[in-house]
């Protein structure tokens, strides 16, 4: 089982319209949470942290349940230009600080 | 304004070539990462490096090499032991006193194996 997974979609959905992406993890150890967001052919870049509160950012919110361990985006309003790949990233704080990437969710908007 | 440089952008092996890969950063921070991505996959781990120094394995380090000599730069070595070479790499950077911050990427360098 991998230690982050995610539905790799493609997502296909026409703009305006609201998503949703979860991921999963598996080591409870987990203390920090992250969503990446990567365009294609380039690197990764910070979109947000996910704090255990929940937390938004204009049209983007994150949301955490370490019970069920478990992370979510959901992104309203959705444009154009948020087409691109949707990074879960979790961090463990052990002897050395492990960062582990999801493999990723494709979303295309369409006009 | 500080980040983090990967050269070059595009490079090009031969069978049996060891080629290395460079990354230098100007934003003061502690540990350093090597990671490859493969098409429609994941990021993947190859070497980390907390300190000067000192440089962990990662999961996939057969066929890589790194050292850390100075803070700024992390370069990552491809020897010709590593079989299937052919991917993008990315290095990152993340300031040992902001953890839960996330990383810094740079661009990244994509090899071939020609």
């Known amino acids: 089982r991998k230690e982050v997974e995610q539905d790799p979609g493609p997502f296909n959905v026409p703009e305006g319209a609201t998503v949703a992406f979860n991921c999963t993890y598996s080591?409870?150890?987990?203390?920090?949470f992250f969503w990446y967001r990567q365009d294609c052919r380039k690197e990764p870049k910070l979109l947000m942290s996910?704090?255990?509160s929940g937390n938004e950012d204009g049209r983007f919110t994150a949301q955490l349940n370490r019970a069920s361990q478990y992370i979510s985006l959901l992104i309203r309003d959705s444009k154009l230009s948020d087409s691109a790949t949707y990074l879960c990233v979790v961090s463990v704080y052990s002897s050395a600080s492990k960062i582990i990437f999801g493999s990723g969710t494709r979303l295309s908007i369409r006009p | 304004d500080g980040g983090i440089t990967q050269s070059p952008k595009y490079l090009f092996r031969k069978e049996g070539q060891n080629v290395t890969l460079s990354c230098e950063q100007n934003?003061?921070?502690?540990?350093m990462y090597w990671y490859r991505q493969d098409p429609g996959q994941g990021l993947r781990l190859i070497y980390y490096s907390q300190i000067v120094n000192d440089f962990q394995k990662g999961d996939i380090a057969e066929g890589y090499s790194v050292s850390r000599e100075k803070k700024e730069s992390f370069p990552l070595t491809v020897t010709s032991a590593q079989k299937n070479p052919t991917a993008f790499y990315l290095c990152?950077?993340?300031?040992?006193?902001?953890?839960?911050?996330?990383?810094?990427f740079g661009s990244g360098t994509r090899l071939t194996v020609v």
């Open positions: 996910v704090y255990s």
């Open positions: 934003l003061n921070h502690d540990a």
């Open positions: 990152a950077s993340q300031s040992k006193d902001r953890i839960g911050y996330g990383y810094t």
């Open positions: 080591n409870s150890a987990s203390q920090s």
